[in-house]
């Protein structure tokens, strides 16, 4: 799984940075793909091939997690990969040194 937080920071809570979104003119179906096996892995695939090309890919991601996004496709992750990532940020969180 390929994440960008590199890429430049744009405030998520701003809705204008979808104006900037690569899927805005998608069919929104494509981002919610009916499981994960069988015609569901083309429609993630094709999915998250749109997220690569996003310029607000990791905007995108950061709403999503922010916001609890439970189902679809969002800055190129899936629900499961969303709640691993959540899941490494709290490990990372509880497993910080306390400042001196």
Do not use: H, N
């Amino acid at each position: 799984m390929a994440l960008t937080f590199e890429r430049p920071v744009v405030d998520e809570t701003d809705p204008d940075w979808r104006q900037a979104a690569a899927c805005r003119y998608c069919s929104p179906e494509l981002f919610f793909p009916a499981g994960t096996t069988g015609a569901a892995v083309d429609e993630i695939g094709a999915a998250k091939s749109v997220c690569r090309r996003c310029p607000v890919q990791s905007q995108c991601l950061r709403f999503a997690l922010r916001t609890g996004q439970a189902y679809g496709i969002w800055g190129g992750t899936t629900e499961d990969e969303r709640i691993m990532l959540r899941r490494l940020a709290r490990k990372r969180r509880t497993a910080a040194p306390l400042p001196a």
